[in-house]
């Protein structure tokens, strides 16, 4: 198929009711990426280590006619809380880590939800955990209030980042899950340009609020949007009613689609759901995907998680799965984007906040631009061009903070996160519904987020703690990307010998090579 009917046939099935559901879905990742980084630029004025300073200091580098400051009284008496929370670095660190925390629970008890009660509850129960979330942490007076504020809008961010790729694989063309599947890691960079440029304009006094607050207005749009928003039909043809999700799935595709393809296997579940429902109340239709799992006769369609750990059958794709989440965090994304600001600080020869938001604009039109990658080369090679550019620019990104090259350090931050957007942003969160069937996507997902929550947390908490250590112990700077180099090393010798490629494969069976059992 050549590059221009390829063109056609994505705008064919491409409905623009399509388009409305992926972008009201992903408000969910979105708001991941802004509570991920929504304390890095306003770090310093939150925690008391910087007195406020005008928002006109701030717009004087874009705006030149801005020049003058508050008042120090006025800007104290805009707000009955306080100005600033007074943290150590170790108490921010936890303050930070709590947002991962969060992430864990709603990772973990997202999946069943969606499994069990459809994956449209489960994406309204998210938006209802940011707007808490938010609430607390915009009227948050202590450390503590702080870190509850943070736990629950990590609750809504670990079951977003779950729910939601399941959501899009299931609702976007097949042709194009790849690029569809891209769209989480998309927001989550459209989130983190968010917050980070306001934090830039508004990283004073008690102005750093707005930025915590803007997070209820987010959650509101999201949950009203989700009215608008259909149940799954791939879960509703696996659990409830196949004609139902035929509708829905007609009403995505656009009339004139022909959706005989995708609902062939549908078909024969709803006979077998019919003439099941007439023998017994107990519904134990055949699964979609692989047709020589032992656990065919699975209440439901769907497998918790100790069944799918349990089973030999499914521990492959768990462990695959588990291992490039978990790599996602540990070659060191998020040293640059939960700390670029108070890391690059006394490093770079232009302004820390400034260069974040630059990161934080590349990291998104790499992100957009390399979007058809995963189906154009295939996901493996994705991820391994991107765990060797991650690893690379570690390297001489340790080099050059060492040797004080600080032009090359910035160029090198740049490249860092670019190389991510290539394979390690966008193919995590496509693979677990790839590597397993409908049956176990929801346990696998849930898995893959756990272990990237904890991967997550391990780097927020201790990121700062050892950069400290290793540069008092050995002297300088940027010894601690020297450990990010070794990880993506051993990151990219996992990737090249336990996960699969996912492209172009039918089924789960192609993907591991079985053979398909017909009886």
Known sequence: MSSSSGLRQCIRDVSPYLVLLVAISTLGPLQFGFHLAELNAPQDVISCRVKQSSIS???????????????????????????????????????SSMFTLGGLIGALGSGPIASAKGRLLAMRLTSL??????????????????AVGRVFSGVGAGAATVIVPIYISEVAPPRERGTFGAMTQVSINVGI?????????????????????????????????LLLVPESPAWLAANKSVAQAKRILQRIRGRRHDIGEETATWGDSAVAEEEESLLSDEVTSPRRGSTNSKADGKNNGHLGFLEVVTDPLYRPALIAAVGVMCAQQLCGINSII???????????????????IMISAINLI????CSPLPDKLGRKTCLLLSIFGQGASALALALSILFETKILSAVTVLFFVAFFAVGLGPVPFILASELVGQEAVGATQSACLGANYIATFLVAQFFPIINVALNERFGGAGWVYFIFTALAGLCGLFVFWRVPETKGKKDIDEVWGRTRRLD
Do not use: H, K
């Open 366 to 369: 790499t992100t957009v631009a």
């Open 338 to 356: 939960m700390y670029s600001v108070s890391l690059l600080r006394d490093l770079l020869p232009i302004n820390s906040a400034l260069l974040t």
């Open 193 to 225: 340009l968010a917050t980070q440029t306001m934090g830039y304009f508004l990283s004073y006094g008690s102005a750093w609020r707005w930025i915590l607050g803007a997070g209820i207005i987010i959650g509101a749009v999201q949950g009203f949007g």
């Open 57 to 95: 200091s701030r717009l004087s580098s874009v705006l030149s006619f801005m020049s003058s400051s508050p008042p120090e009284s006025e800007v104290a008496s805009s707000s009955a809380l306080p100005d600033c929370i007074s943290m150590d670095d170790a108490q921010f660190a936890v303050v």
């Open 129 to 146: 955990f940011y707007i808490i979330g938010s609430v607390i942490e915009t009227l948050g007076a202590s450390i503590s209030m702080m």
